[in-house]
């Protein structure tokens, strides 16, 4: 930039640069050229570009400064810098954030805005993009304590030109009235920053990420910055400031590529990106970008969390601490996280992980990160195959909803995630290949399982469409340029995954073969003709038959479009889907309804002694999953007392069946403590007795019961699916007769339900012959077989008025 000319007599005389001159020199930074004597300049890189164009924008705005009369020795004036030329991280094509500040009076004969419009107008004329202000301190101070935009910005003031007095006090009351005031704008911190997440996206699994404004960003980063200042957070280090570093020098890049402002990175950028900041390709680039904004966004999430204001003294006397509420077995909601109990030992509970990742996803609270530390140290594994109660949890967690989202995040984060997934490594932060999906692959399928936890009442294995939809693209980013189809690798990892778990064989092939197939429906009904008989019964060769697997890959297909991009699932592709797999159905022709299992020798001989005697009883086969039998006279309303006795004792139901022997009704109940131990056997005996008797207010208190879980949150989020019931026809297994029908309920579980479903149906006069209720990864599925054949029984009006009260029961 050329400084000095000649004047009339030859002597050198000050030049002061123009704005085109600083357009002029800025173009030069942006790019290989040559300076005013003819020199190469080299390609800067980003961090030494961040600063020349720092100190080019400075070093002009001080020129102009002194020639509108803001000299250094001008008292009562100062121009200041925020944004990112105060914090000397001024990026290509940025505004410059300036502040005028005055005393409130005038300057040799000029008022402060003439002195302003001086120092505007030419870089306005130049297309500089300016974000500026001309206040007094206290009118700055007034304006940051109503806009936390305005107050977060001061925190980075920086004195450019004038008065460094002004300056310095403008900087240093600014940030005083930060630290006093933080507390009290801690809401509206929380609320501003969660509002521009929602407009902006995510940095981190994001194919085309806001830099800038998504959460995991830059903005995250300075609200990082901002806590640490007010000291209720440490200042960030060490993989937060690696990751600011490439953000930074990525939206650099962005913007000399563009040559414009840019903070939106598109995957079309990517490769000469990547290529300029020396990292591969676009998708190595992506998948940097993505650990980087998991970095910040987790570091920031962990920030509001502690940073929340705490117990304060009251008269002089510290807030008592808050209570710790038991969730599940070895889990309690202490304050506002999911935490462990005092007592137990992670190194010898290989479930305790996962209790605590379904508990923190069922309540939509985050796990402490005391809590995660813990379990990183000292979580086993566990061992394969899985015990059935720590793959129930498994499920359980994925059943969870939109809650499974930040869950596996915070897992994936420290390692855990992969403890139980070890196949989940090549698809962490993969990018994906097809345009139009907009999450990287691991979000992908965490999300497309959020979504088909909205769909475990449409089918009759919940728990093998939660797995197989998480698993389902688990076979992307493997072998030579994704040459192998990622279904049939992924049906192999699926088989895997599934001995691993401990699944029977023949759910282990139906998950496979939901991976294996998981797009036959989309690109069958949207690609061929499903009218023609031939494409029917290729698709129904395909499955082998199996309905089950049918109705499984139908609600995965919905679970996967709705993840994948804006416009993948319509309508239309809906239509066509379930067309496709009516006609698919039909030529199936059904299955049958499976009845109860037989009554073991113990059992019998229970329900021979309480039909000899008369006196109800009780069997208690312990286990981490007990098996407890009540043996009574077959009376109306057994099955809804038995259920709401157990639902009092926070007893988890997994199954039961309800059956008859010796004249006598034997239910049956496979159960588990939602926490704690296994209540009294004797206190059980007496509490069934009772509720038998009518003496236990047995209906009061479960309500009462069912408000306290409501108030914690664990039966479940609030969007949960809606109930569905189905009917099955001259259903003849479990020693029906040929004339009853089996009601079949799906609905996600919670504390009474068993009791409540019961009681409708006693109500109707309804004759249960046999029972059975499964509970899948927190979806009940009731089937209850009962005769059709009496007097007014039958009808689609009896249907009706049974069904309008089981899903009142729900």
């Known amino acids: 930039m050329t400084l000095r000319g000649e004047g009339a007599a030859g002597r050198a005389v000050p030049v002061v640069p123009t704005a085109a001159d600083l357009v002029l020199a800025r173009d030069r930074l942006l790019g290989a050229g040559a300076d005013e004597r003819g020199l190469h300049i080299g390609r800067l890189a980003p961090d030494v570009l961040r600063e020349a164009l720092t100190d080019l924008h400075e070093f002009w705005l001080a020129v102009h400064?002194?020639?509108?009369?803001?000299?250094?020795?001008?008292?009562?004036?100062?121009?200041?810098?925020?944004?990112?030329?105060?914090?000397?991280?001024?990026?290509?094509?940025?505004?410059?954030?300036?502040?005028?500040?005055?005393?409130?009076?005038?300057?040799?004969?000029?008022?402060?805005?003439?002195?302003?419009?001086?120092?505007?107008?030419?870089?306005?004329?130049?297309?500089?993009?300016?974000?500026?202000?001309?206040?007094?301190?206290?009118?700055?101070?007034?304006?940051?304590?109503?806009?936390?935009?305005?107050?977060?910005?001061?925190?980075?003031?920086?004195?450019?030109?004038?008065?460094?007095?002004?300056?310095r006090r403008l900087a240093d009351e600014a940030r005083d009235a930060w630290r006093t005031g933080v507390r009290r704008r801690f809401d509206e911190i929380v609320g501003s920053t969660r509002t521009r997440w929602a407009r902006s996206g995510e940095v981190a699994h994001w194919v085309e990420p806001d830099l800038k404004h998504g959460r995991g960003g830059l903005r995250d980063l300075a609200m990082l910055d901002a806590l640490a200042l007010a000291q209720l957070v440490d200042r960030p280090a060490g993989e937060v400031s690696a990751a600011r570093r490439l953000l930074l020098d990525t939206r650099t890049e962005l913007r000399r590529v563009a040559r414009r402002p840019r903070d939106v990175l598109m995957p079309q950028d990517g490769d000469e990106i990547a290529a300029a900041l020396?990292?591969?390709?676009?998708f190595t680039l992506a998948r940097a970008l993505s650990g980087a904004g998991r970095a910040v966004a987790y570091a920031l999430d962990v920030a509001l969390r502690v940073g929340q204001p705490g117990p304060r003294k009251v008269l002089g006397v510290l807030r008592r601490t808050p209570a710790r509420r038991p969730l599940a077995d070895g889990v309690v909601l202490h304050g506002d996280e999911v935490s462990l109990a005092r007592d137990v030992d992670p190194g010898k509970d290989p479930g305790l992980l996962l209790r605590v990742a379904a508990a923190a996803a069922r309540t939509g609270r985050p796990i402490a990160p005391a809590a995660l530390t813990r379990l990183g140290e000292a979580a086993p594994e566990p061992r394969a195959p899985w015990p059935a109660e720590v793959r129930q949890e498994l499920v359980s967690l994925l059943g969870a909803g939109e809650g499974l989202i930040d869950v596996v995040e915070a897992l994936d984060r420290t390692g855990l995630w992969a403890r139980?997934?070890?196949?989940?490594?090549?698809?962490?932060?993969?990018?994906?290949?097809?345009?139009?999906?907009?999450?990287?692959?691991?979000?992908?399928?965490?999300?497309?399982?959020?979504?088909?936890?909205?769909?475990?009442?449409?089918?009759?294995?919940?728990?093998?469409?939660?797995?197989?939809?998480?698993?389902?693209?688990?076979?992307k980013g493997r072998g030579s340029a994704y040459s192998t189809d990622h279904s049939v690798v992924g049906a192999a990892l699926a088989t895997q995954v599934g001995e691993r778990l401990g699944l029977p064989r023949a759910d282990v092939a139906t998950l496979s073969a939901m991976v294996r197939h998981h797009l036959l429906l989309p690109h069958?009904?949207?690609?061929?003709?499903?009218?023609?008989?031939?494409?029917?019964?290729?698709?129904v060769d395909t499955l082998g038959g199996d309905p089950v697997l049918l109705e499984l890959l139908h609600g995965l297909v919905e679970a996967d479009s709705l993840a994948t991009g804006p416009g993948v699932w319509s309508d239309w592709k809906a239509a066509l889907v379930a067309d496709l797999v009516a006609r698919c159905r039909q030529a199936m022709a059904g299955e049958r309804h499976a009845g109860p299992e037989p009554l073991d020798d113990a059992q019998c001989a229970l329900g021979a002694a309480v039909a000899a005697s008369g006196k109800p009883d009780i069997l208690v086969d312990p286990g981490r999953v007990a098996t407890i039998t009540v043996v009574a006279p077959d009376d109306p309303g057994l099955l809804s007392r038995a259920a709401g006795v157990l639902a009092l004792h926070s007893l988890r139901v997994h199954a039961a069946e309800v059956r008859a022997h010796a004249g006598v009704a034997v239910d049956t109940f496979a159960v588990s403590p939602r926490f704690g131990s296994m209540p009294d056997t004797a206190l059980l005996r007496e509490q069934f007795v009772r509720a038998?008797?009518?003496?236990?207010?047995?209906?009061?208190?479960?309500?009462?019961?069912?408000?306290?879980?409501?108030?914690?949150?664990?039966?479940?989020?609030?969007?949960?699916?809606?109930?569905?019931?189905?009917?099955?026809?001259?259903?003849?297994?479990?020693?029906?007769?040929?004339?009853?029908?089996?009601?079949?309920?799906?609905?996600?579980?919670?504390?009474?339900?068993?009791?409540?479903?019961?009681?409708?149906?006693?109500?109707?006069?309804?004759?249960v012959r046999w029972a059975r209720v499964m509970q899948v990864g927190g979806t009940a599925i009731a089937s209850f077989s009962f005769a059709s054949t009496a007097p007014g029984h039958g009808g689609p009006d009896w249907r009706r008025e049974i069904e309008r009260a089981v899903l009142g029961a729900c």
């Open 692 to 767: 038998l008797s009518g003496s236990l207010p047995l209906t009061d208190k479960l309500a009462a019961k069912e408000r306290d879980y409501a108030d914690l949150g664990v039966d479940g989020p609030d969007d949960s699916p809606k109930p569905r019931v189905l009917w099955f026809d001259d259903e003849a297994d479990g020693g029906a007769a040929s004339a009853d029908v089996v009601l079949e309920l799906r609905a996600v579980d919670r504390l009474g339900l068993l009791h409540d479903v019961a009681a409708a149906l006693e109500k109707c006069g309804v004759d």
């Open 278 to 282: 020396g990292i591969g390709d676009r």
């Open 524 to 539: 069958t009904a949207t690609r061929r003709n499903i009218a023609d008989e031939a494409t029917v019964r290729r698709v």
């Open 420 to 475: 139980l997934f070890p196949e989940w490594g090549a698809v962490r932060d993969l990018p994906p290949r097809d345009a139009a999906h907009v999450w990287t692959v691991d979000r992908h399928l965490v999300a497309a399982t959020a979504n088909a936890a909205r769909r475990v009442t449409d089918v009759s294995r919940p728990d093998l469409l939660l797995l197989g939809t998480v698993l389902h693209d688990i076979g």
């Open 65 to 167: 400064a002194a020639q509108a009369g803001i000299a250094a020795n001008r008292a009562g004036v100062a121009l200041v810098a925020v944004g990112g030329l105060g914090r000397r991280e001024l990026v290509p094509y940025s505004d410059l954030d300036l502040i005028l500040v005055h005393s409130g009076q005038s300057f040799g004969g000029q008022a402060i805005d003439q002195v302003a419009e001086r120092l505007w107008y030419p870089l306005w004329n130049s297309g500089v993009g300016l974000d500026h202000s001309v206040r007094t301190v206290g009118e700055a101070l007034d304006v940051a304590g109503k806009d936390l935009r305005t107050a977060l910005g001061l925190l980075d003031a920086r004195h450019v030109a004038g008065d460094e007095t002004l300056s």
